[in-house]
């Protein structure tokens, strides 16, 4: 399959996008660019135009509008399931696999035969990597077949079998293979991701060869799709101030509006320092410190992951733990352990968020029945389940594990249950403005941390945290469980072993962090 060779810009894409192949070879110049095959990641400037242009798209005859909330699929008779499953359970290859189906009426053809090798090779491109080493399990199989069988169905019957189709959000494996076969078979099909979520590229790494990615500048939130159009009249103050969004939007000009990156992706920087750095990188705003970036919906946030072992001198400690204490959206904790232990095996939950390659998948998480934090916006939830990954797959953090797998499942037991706190903390978390930050302090008598509340530590950190750990004694804490280049350790020339024991009152302002 070829891919156009011009790139699609809006103004084109528009113009292009809704007339049939006749028309389009006629605007450009007879060359014949048969059929559109893109992902559109992004959201226009004008959101609003983004909005309505897709709710315009779908009063259009003879166009699929889909997305995971109203694809449907045909039920498949007994005799088909059955058939489907034996063929899968003897291993066969591609292309005796689509043969048997076809023979079967079971994948659709049309009557006409001149297309019929067209068809049979389509399928087979794309069932190669359906039914490889790392490609999809039965059910999911069956899954494409039936939303084949719905929709192509209704294709073949036409003159022409021929398809324009959107795609709008987040997507499955088998809706991914869905769309796959309906790109090799030269429909036109757009793919929609305001997020700039790749979707098809997360499942079909190769996608680019017989796809078009199109990046859009804006990131939004994937929200429902349009029912109705945006009526818009801007005024001149409106417009004045839409120009300068746009203006602060570029990632160039260092000025950010609350909340203008609320629906960004982060990405945590290690932030090395002086012992004479660490009190005023700590109340330095992000955008201040060095190596701060904003580009393509991702906000780079250089954070402190770093131990203090001993004092200077006691007075100096003081100082350091009141002034952390008068900073903004700070959490400080002197009793440990703060989580509660992991007591069961999460083995299954973490095959439930595994793609067929072995990969996690953020969309899997967010539909898991054990998610809880459905009730955060979904930008929010997006940011968790990055960084949950990204724990995960941490190959600095070690927890004395048996194996990965069980380290792994540790992780997660922790990360889905986090304490209230936290979740408020990162409710407030304006990615322009305060950095949120967690001060532990280790005394005689505060306790030892836990494993837990390392892989707490830990996540939070790649979210975008300061995690500082004050150990006056020298002994061993985060440390314990972090290699070396993965936190920063300032050692200072005296132990103190009197540091005091928390008040009572701390120790009651800290009950919420264990579970119930």
């Not at 045909?74 to 591609?94: C, D, F």
């Not at 077949?145 to 192509?152: D, K």
């Not at 004694?473 to 009197?498: G, K, M, N, V």
Request: aromatic share 12%.
């Amino acid at each position: 399959m070829q891919i156009p060779d011009w790139q699609i810009d809006l103004a084109r894409f528009e113009e292009l996008f809704p007339l049939n192949s006749t028309s389009r070879a006629e605007i450009l110049n007879n060359e014949t660019p048969g059929y559109f095959s893109g992902r559109m990641l992004g959201c226009f400037e004008d959101e609003d135009h983004y909005f309505n242009l897709l709710y315009d798209y779908s009063l259009q005859v003879d166009l699929f509008v889909l997305h995971q909330f109203n694809i449907q699929s045909h039920i498949l008779s007994s005799e088909q399931v059955s058939s489907i499953q034996q063929l899968l359970q003897t291993g066969k290859p591609a292309e005796p696999f689509v043969v048997h189906l076809l023979g079967q009426n079971i994948l659709p053809l049309p009557a006409q035969s001149q297309f019929h090798e067209f068809y049979y090779q389509a399928y087979v491109t794309v069932f190669e990597t359906l039914l490889g080493p790392s490609g999809m399990t039965i059910p999911q199989i069956i899954e494409i077949i039936s939303y084949l069988q719905r929709y192509l169905n209704v294709v073949i019957a036409r003159t022409v079998p021929t398809a324009k189709c959107i795609w709008y959000g987040p997507m499955t494996y088998a809706q991914a293979g869905f769309l796959a076969v309906w790109m090799q078979l030269h429909f036109d099909v757009l793919i929609f991701a305001p997020d700039q979520t790749d979707w098809l590229h997360q499942f079909f790494p190769d996608c680019n060869q017989w796809s078009h990615m199109q990046k859009f500048p804006n990131c939004h939130e994937v929200i429902a799709f349009p029912t109705k159009r945006r009526a818009v009249v801007a005024t001149t103050a409106q417009q004045a101030s839409n120009k300068l969004e746009q203006l602060l939007d570029d990632g160039i000009s260092g000025l950010y509006r609350p909340w203008q990156l609320r629906n960004y992706q982060t990405k945590s920087l290690h932030l090395t320092t002086t012992f004479a750095e660490v009190a005023l990188y700590l109340g330095q705003q992000a955008p201040f410190r060095p190596g701060f970036h904003v580009e393509k919906g991702i906000v780079s946030l250089p954070v402190l992951l770093t131990k203090i072992n001993g004092v200077e001198t006691p007075e100096q400690l003081s100082e350091l733990i009141q002034l952390v204490r008068a900073l903004p959206n700070t959490i400080i904790l002197e009793q440990f352990p703060f989580m509660s232990p992991i007591l069961m095996n999460y083995e299954y939950y973490l095959a439930e968020i595994e793609s067929a390659n072995g990969q996690f998948v953020p969309e899997y998480m967010m539909k898991a029945i054990w998610w809880r934090y459905q009730s955060l916006s979904i930008a929010l939830q997006k940011k968790l389940t990055a960084a949950m990954i990204s724990t995960l797959e941490d190959i600095n953090l070690h927890i004395n594990s048996e194996s990965k797998r069980e380290q792994q499942g540790q992780i997660l037991g922790t990360l889905i249950d986090l304490p209230d706190p936290f979740i408020q903390q990162l409710e407030q978390f304006d990615y322009a403005r305060e950095v949120p930050k967690v001060l532990t302090i280790h005394s005689q008598v505060s306790g030892l941390l836990s494993a837990e509340d390392a892989i707490v530590l830990r996540f939070l950190h790649h979210l975008g945290y300061d995690i500082i750990s004050l150990n006056p004694s020298s002994r061993s804490d985060l440390d314990r469980f972090l290699a070396p280049e993965a936190i920063q350790i300032h050692q200072l020339p005296h132990h103190w072993f009197e540091y005091p024991q928390p008040k009572a009152s701390m120790t009651k302002q800290r009950k919420w962090f264990w579970r119930k």
